[in-house]
């Protein structure tokens, strides 16, 4: 099993900018989510979904939308880039019970100009 | 406002020390997990805690439910757990979401 994957890894953007990250899972996963850590503040819930179809605001929604059309991908899609949003983005995947563990992908570093 | 709140914020200690990690939060749960980030960034999960002790390899897990409290110890510490260790908090009624501490930098000195 490949586990979590992101794409891509590192991203420069300018303000203003578009763009999507990419997340899939092969563990056929139900619970999918983004988070993003910045210095000094914990992992931040962005979205998330509890299956194909469904998705839910978490912490801090704005200016990201996503989509769940498969089980296995989650998608992260940046509207119009800020430089608010630099930041390391994960993605994580967990079965729906409480006592499930989470797994993350190796994140995405995203630098906005 | 943080609902899960760690301490310290850093820790450095020599190889084969014993080492305690704390977090606390302030609402109730129904899980908490600790997590390791390595130091190229990647986060996995180490131990997830409703009650009681966990034990794997040289890390120990307890949780004290009643004080809303959970720590985290490293017997005979190595540099290799050199690491950013995170408390993350499942509250009841908000779907799966998780609230994280902002971790706790522990650095193992040979």
């Known amino acids: ?21 990419q997340c899939a899972q092969d563990m056929n996963h139900e619970y999918m989510s983004w988070y993003r850590q910045d ?11 509890v299956g194909a179809g469904i998705t839910d605001q978490g912490e801090v929604p704005n200016g990201y939308n996503v989509s769940r059309s498969t089980t296995e991908d989650f998608p992260l899609r940046l509207l119009s880039a800020a430089p608010s949003q630099t930041s390391v983005y994960f993605c994580a995947s967990k079965g729906l019970s409480y006592t499930d563990t989470q797994y993350f992908g190796p994140g995405t570093r995203l630098t906005v100009l | 406002k943080n609902e899960v709140e760690q301490s310290p914020q850093n820790l450095t ?4 020390e014993f080492i305690t990690i704390n977090c606390s939060y302030s609402v109730g749960i129904s899980a908490l997990h600790w997590l390791q980030q390595h130091p190229g960034g990647g986060i996995v999960s180490l131990f997830m805690l409703s009650s009681g002790k966990k034990k794997h390899g040289r890390l120990i897990a307890t949780i004290n439910i009643q004080e809303k409290h959970s720590s ?13 260790y995170i408390c993350a908090v499942r509250i009841p009624n908000t779907g799966n979401q998780f609230y994280f501490g902002t971790g706790t930098s522990l650095t193992v000195i040979p």
């Open chain 1, 39 to 49: 210095p000094g503040m914990g992992l931040r819930l962005i979205h998330y979904s």
């Open chain 2, 13 to 16: 200690a020599q190889e084969g």
């Open chain 2, 72 to 84: 985290l110890h490293i017997t005979a510490s190595h540099p290799r757990d050199s690491a950013v």
């Open chain 1, 1 to 21: 099993n490949a586990g979590v994957t992101q794409t891509p890894k590192f991203q420069v953007l300018k303000t203003g900018q578009s763009m999507t990250l």
